[in-house]
C-alpha cells in the first residue's frame, strides 16, 4: 500500500484531455508544495515532468500541467498523443526528510 | 547532462547484504544544490523512496528501513553507494539512483540512472 492515492488506470483518446489524481493528507500533500510528478514507460527509469506542483522542467511540452488543491495533487495531459501511454507516479515530501510516492497510476492511449 | 549508472551483483542470497554502486559522470556529487538519492521498484509495483546523502555525508532515510540501510559517497570516484543488510525475498527489485531532492528543482529528483534488478534468492 501506498503512501499517496492514485486511480490504478485512466484512459483516453487522442488529442483529448486526462487528469491523473493523486490523493495525500495533512501531512504531506497538503502542507507543502514539494509534489512532483513522473513518467515512466515499460522497462525504462521514470522521468521527471511536474515539481513543486506545477512547474515544468525547461524543454518539457506544454500539454503537461500539474496544480494541487488541498490535500489532492492533479496532473493533466492535454492533447492526448500515442507516446503518452505510460504510468505515471506522484511523489510529495513529507516532511521529516522523507518523501513518499503514490501507487503509480498507467494511461491508456485508445 | 548529468547520467547516473548503478552497478552491482544482481543476485543476493536471503540475510546477506546487499551492495550497490551509482557513477555519477556530468556534475560533481560535491554540489551544494542537490542531495542523492536511492530508490526502488519492485516488479510491477510502485516506487519506494529509500534515502538520501548530502556532499557533506549527511545522511535521511526512509524510517521503514533506517536499521537496514546505509548510504554514503566516495568523492574521488563520484560515486554514491547503498548498503542494505540483512535482506529478505521483499528487497527483490529494481534499485535506482537520483539526483535529487534540490533545491532547484522543487526537492524533486531531476535525474535518474537506468536501474538495476537485483534478485534475493538462495
Known amino acids: 500500500q501506498s503512501d499517496l492515492t492514485q486511480p490504478a488506470s485512466v484512459s483516453g483518446s487522442p488529442g483529448q484531455s486526462i487528469t491523473i489524481s493523486c490523493t495525500g493528507s495533512s501531512s504531506d500533500v497538503g502542507s507543502y508544495n514539494f509534489v512532483s510528478w513522473y513518467q515512466q514507460h515499460p522497462g525504462k527509469a521514470p522521468k521527471f515532468i511536474i515539481y513543486e506542483g506545477s512547474k515544468r522542467p525547461s524543454g518539457l511540452s506544454h500539454r503537461f500541467s500539474g496544480s494541487i488543491f488541498g490535500n489532492t495533487a492533479s496532473l493533466t495531459i492535454s492533447g492526448l498523443q500515442a507516446e503518452d501511454e505510460a504510468t505515471y507516479y506522484c511523489?510529495?515530501?513529507?516532511?521529516?526528510?522523507?518523501?513518499?510516492f503514490g501507487g503509480g497510476t498507467k494511461l491508456t492511449v485508445l | 547532462q548529468v547520467q547516473l549508472q548503478e552497478s552491482g551483483p544482481g543476485l543476493v542470497t536471503p540475510s546477506q547484504t546487499l551492495s550497490l554502486s551509482c557513477t555519477v559522470s556530468g556534475g560533481s556529487i560535491t554540489t551544494y544544490d542537490y542531495f542523492w538519492s536511492w530508490i526502488r521498484q519492485p516488479a510491477g509495483k510502485g516506487l519506494e523512496w529509500i534515502g538520501r546523502i548530502y556532499f557533506d555525508g549527511n545522511t535521511n532515510y526512509n524510517p521503514s528501513l533506517d536499521s537496514r540501510v546505509t548510504i554514503s559517497m566516495d568523492t574521488s570516484k563520484n560515486q554514491i553507494s547503498l548498503k542494505l543488510t540483512s535482506v529478505t525475498a521483499a528487497d527483490t527489485a529494481v534499485y535506482y539512483c537520483?539526483?535529487?531532492?534540490?533545491?532547484?528543482?522543487?526537492?524533486?529528483?531531476?535525474?535518474w540512472g537506468q536501474g538495476t534488478l537485483v534478485t534475493v534468492s538462495s
Open positions: 537520483a539526483r535529487g531532492p534540490g533545491s532547484r528543482t522543487g526537492e524533486a529528483f531531476d535525474y
Open positions: 511523489c510529495s515530501y513529507a516532511g521529516s526528510s522523507l518523501w513518499v
